[in-house]
């Protein structure tokens, strides 16, 4: 099986937003063939699929939305649920836009789909440095998952986070550098769903920090 | 959030197999209660989510199905399509009946499902020491899980796998002396799905080699 394996392609879990943006433009640099998966776990704004969708064709990559809406039902959190606020985590709590399990989730599914096509790597848009609070998106969860996920399907599986350790503004600052700045403004940031960004929910106050520090403008803020 | 974490309650993945009915039973007698969990993820074979049902309501524990269609549809294999044969796995390769990542899913889901109810622990009756060629089912794989399912929702969960380093024989035994033996004629193990069993797929073979090293009569025969 190992001579099959796909070295030089890559599978990008794709959120609709900017970190996954610049991991495809990322991707599509260092792979062969790129093929991007979403995924609809029940999430309220479905703004997000449909900014993955727009920004997968722009690429001319195929792309495919994977529904899983066990998720959404199973947990309580903001993102599925619109009874519950929007709020960051008071000190020892996570903040209620967590969804319990969700990354580990989305990368074994993603890791199955990757396997069916003998595809071993996997990016994520993952990232520890302005990591709001998500213990799924810090590099000890994702080196674990790897080891994980190569023993239960027998597969060299290699999940790739090239913004893990970079701050919002040097992200940005890699799009420009990858020439794919134009493509963020068909991302989707915001927690509240709107267009244009509410600019006050953690996740819009945390790209727009991104953009200032960096000394860049952003695409989507134009756009509107 | 760690003071109310119910340590003397257990989640129990139940496939409606003989293992996980043993370690259902077990898991009775040690914690003080036990909720049953069986995922439908396409499996041809509804007599093994029936077989669960029955089990768990004869020893009045609530029980519920999830429902993972995804998984049927991303993979290729025996249990979930009749096109493809029931094989066990030839030098180097997988059984035809292996279902890539499930018991990854089922452990990630049941985790989700556990630590919305505050409960760290979870059962499974995965076996190494006649894992049928599944790398899903051993230990190691086991432990890494449970360090990724930690990491990703900072919760101490605690997989429990009473089986693991049993042989089929010693599994029956231990059935036997746990007092749940008659429970086994609800149970459901064969691969082709019928009633009486075949008696001829691989996972009939090792369950009636298991009753004859055991020196004990398998009560699924008895009540066919």
Redesign the interface.
Known sequence: ?ALSVKNNQTIVLHSGGQDSTTCLVWAMKKFKKVLVVSFDYGQRHKAELAAARIIAKKLGVKYEV???P??GK???NALTDKKIKVKTGAK???PTTFV??R???FL??A???A??KNIPNLVAGVCQTDFSGY??C?D??IR??E???R????FPFKIHTPLMFLTKAQSVRLMAKLGGMELLKYTHTCYEGTRPACGKCPACKLRSKGFREAGMEDPLLKAC
């Open positions: 099986m994977i529904p899983l066990f998720l199973l947990t309580k020892g709590r996570l319990d399990g990354n580990m989730v074994t599914v890791a199955i789909y396997k069916q213990p799924d810090r000890d969860f674990s998952i080891k994980t996920l023993l239960a399907m027998e």
